[in-house]
């Protein structure tokens, strides 16, 4: 499934519930102002695209879903080993997961206004391929120096971050197949997440916890900030070092986020491995039950 299957995907399932969906497609997200989405999938003969859905009514609480789209990530030209790209299919699982979200929304009928944006690429190489070394100018204004290819999702993120930002809603969740750190930390079957929110965080847990869906929180440590900090630009998207990368992965898109009050970051593996009684080896859903039902909870108020 390439960038442009998951358009169709896309709209599909928002004229099924009869939202509005709309894309901004290849050079004219540079016009539009989304230069890191277009850099990391300008290399590939499917067009970058960033898809945004809308549906519900003004006036209620404003909700907004970014799921990382990147259907197909080779890490560039610092390319991924064999072994490392086999699953990179389920590198849109970000992705996969909000649309599976905002189908639960629309199809419940719940009283928010709903926005989903997906910036959907691949990650591919060929001669124009963004390279190490290069340095970008994100759509909110923060240059970025590309330290590594291969942390491609936080680029793509950040301008789709910035944009939702730029009219806050009430609540705005990101979910992403981001890094390998995470996975490290918590294993395939917990979803880890970021909020400097507490009661949001207290209330998924609550929801976790009920639902049987399971997820931790991780910190935002701003101890850590430092390291994303580069010499030739505000900030890099690979610290060097290697330690706490699903943190630091985190204040990269924390930066990106700056008036939205109530904002969450979900780093998920989005795959099973491995047969279960309840999922078949494949792609998977990861903590939406338990975002659900905090949607549903803070839409009946």
Known sequence: ?????????????????????????????????????????????????????????????????VGKGVCFDTGGLDIKGAA??????????????????????????LKVDLQVLVPAVENSISGNAFRPGDIYRSRKGITVQIDNTDAEGRLVLADALAYADENPPDLMVDMSTLTGAARVALG??????????????????????????????????MGYDKDIRS?????????????????????????????????????IYGWVAAEKPQAPVGGEAFAIRALYR?????AAK
């Open 1 to 65: 499934m390439g960038p442009i299957e998951l358009e169709a995907a896309f709209r599909a399932l928002g004229e099924h519930y009869g939202a509005t969906v709309t894309s901004i497609v290849g050079e004219v997200l540079l016009a539009q102002n989304f230069p890191l989405v277009h850099t990391v999938g300008r290399a590939s003969v499917s067009a970058p695209r960033l898809l945004e859905m809308r549906w519900g009514e003004k006036g209620h609480p404003r909700v907004t879903l």
């Open 188 to 221: 395939t079957e917990l979803a880890p997440y970021f909020t400097d929110d507490e009661a949001l965080a207290g209330k998924l847990m609550d929801a976790g916890r009920a639902e049987g869906d399971p997820m931790w929180r991780l910190p935002l440590w």
């Open 231 to 267: 010499r030739a630009a505000d900030i890099t998207n690979s610290p060097s070092g290697g330690m706490a990368g699903a943190i630091t992965a985190a204040l990269f898109l924390k930066r990106f986020v700056t008036a939205t009050r109530s904002w969450v970051h979900f780093d």
């Open 294 to 298: 905090t949607i549903r909870d803070m």
């Open 84 to 109: 490392n790209m086999a699953l990179m299919k389920k590198d849109m699982g970000g992705a996969a997961n909000v649309m599976g979200l905002a189908l639960m929304i629309m199809d419940a009928g």
